[in-house]
């Protein structure tokens, strides 16, 4: 376990950055989770920490030490592939003893440890196996215990639950964050899966186009997310622009929202879902009530999605639960939908704008 510290990290191919200047700081034990759209980075960045990227600037350090220069198998880090990249013609025990091999560990200990190695993973008892005799959960428990033999420093995750189905992504999720938390490894997963970021994470990384957008908590990127691609990437959002007065944002369509900040000139504003209340006549608790037609309906089980067109220009999304009895609005129908001012977000890149 140790501190991982990225500074000014960027990778360029031509004149093309895959990354630009990634200044990273993932505390000793914790979870970091680099979040973003395929293309946007994070893969670089990762290979960057593990040495099979050399950055074209910047400077990556673990544990305090410069490993920037360093091959990979000189830096203490464990990294878990997507496609878990087994050896098919060794046996579970083999493949996890192959980094020790590497490292010139002795026999005797390298037994030990990969029992240990098992045993974290819950696989003691299918060393013998081969690769393909394994359930596709089981070869990435191999792969995970590959990467821990050796107790590194930094465990890194290059998107290692998309090749799972969706019941057994979510097991063995809460597997390898109970795993981490309780070897207290610092760790650095890859994933374009926003739920598997939000519930894994101690901190989030949300990238685009090779840059980081927001460094935060799952509460600091939902509720106060930095910019429009990070309140559009993280959750949902509907967002309004317009121009505004005061505390009042009046959009191209006429709509005159009335917002908890004052801020003056062009100005686009955030707005979650579920805290967008529909109704048949005007929302009498809410400061924003704005009459509209229901566009587009979305059924999910437990909660309910309602595009609501307000003007040429505006339109927002509803989410609301399906309670017993609820009456589902039709496409075509005419609605109330409404919200705080305190519910419209101002992304960060607006502060500094009050006035
Ligand atoms: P994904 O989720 O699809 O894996 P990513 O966020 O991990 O995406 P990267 O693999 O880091 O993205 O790639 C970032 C950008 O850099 C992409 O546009 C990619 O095409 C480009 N890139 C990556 N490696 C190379 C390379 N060796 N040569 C040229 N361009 C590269």
């Not at 045993?119 to 690769?131: C, E, I, T």
């Not at 587009?296 to 999605?305: A, E, H, Q």
Request: aromatic share 6%; proline share 5%.
């Amino acid at each position: 376990m140790a501190r991982l510290e990225l500074d000014g990290v960027s990778k360029h191919y031509g004149d093309f950055y895959a990354a630009r200047e990634v200044t990273l700081d993932v505390a000793e034990g914790e979870f970091l989770v680099l979040l973003g759209p395929s293309g946007c980075g994070k893969t670089t960045t990762l290979r960057a920490i593990a040495g099979f990227v050399e950055p074209s600037a910047g400077t990556v350090r673990i544990g305090g030490k410069d490993v920037t220069r360093l091959p990979p198998w000189k830096r203490n880090t464990g990294l878990v592939f997507q496609n878990y990249a087994l050896f098919p013609h060794l046996t579970v025990a083999q493949n996890v003893a192959f980094g020790l091999e590497m490292r010139k560990v002795s026999k005797a200990d390298a037994a030990t440890k990969v029992n240990e190695a098992l045993r974290l993973v819950r696989l003691d008892h299918l060393g013998d196996r081969l690769p393909r005799q394994l359930s596709g959960g089981q070869q990435q428990r191999v792969a995970l215990a590959r990467a821990l033999v050796f107790r590194p420093d930094v465990l890194l995750l290059d998107e290692p639950l998309s090749n799972l189905d969706a019941k057994l992504r979510n097991e063995v999720r809460v597997e390898i964050r109970s795993l981490q938390q309780r070897l207290g490894i610092t760790t650095v997963m890859v994933t374009h899966d926003q739920e598997e970021a939000l519930t894994m994470a101690d901190r989030l990384v949300v990238m685009s186009e090779g840059k980081v957008r927001q460094v935060g908590s799952q509460r600091d990127l939902y509720e106060r997310p930095a910019d429009r691609f990070v309140a559009g990437f993280v959750g949902r959002s509907s967002f309004l622009e317009g121009h505004m007065s005061g505390d009042t944002l009046t959009t191209p369509g006429g709509l005159a929202i009335k917002c908890a900040r004052k801020i003056a000139g062009e100005a686009v504003v955030a707005l979650r879902p579920e805290r967008v209340f529909v109704g048949t006549e005007p929302v009498t608790t809410a400061d924003n009530s704005f009459p509209g037609e229901v566009e587009f309906v979305s059924y999910m089980g437990g909660l309910i999605d309602i595009h609501v067109r307000l003007s040429e220009h505006d339109q927002v999304i509803a989410q609301v639960p399906n309670h017993d009895g609820s009456v589902l609005p039709a496409v075509g129908d005419r609605v109330h939908v409404g919200w705080a001012p305190t519910s419209a977000v101002f992304p960060a890149e607006h502060n500094g704008m009050d006035g």
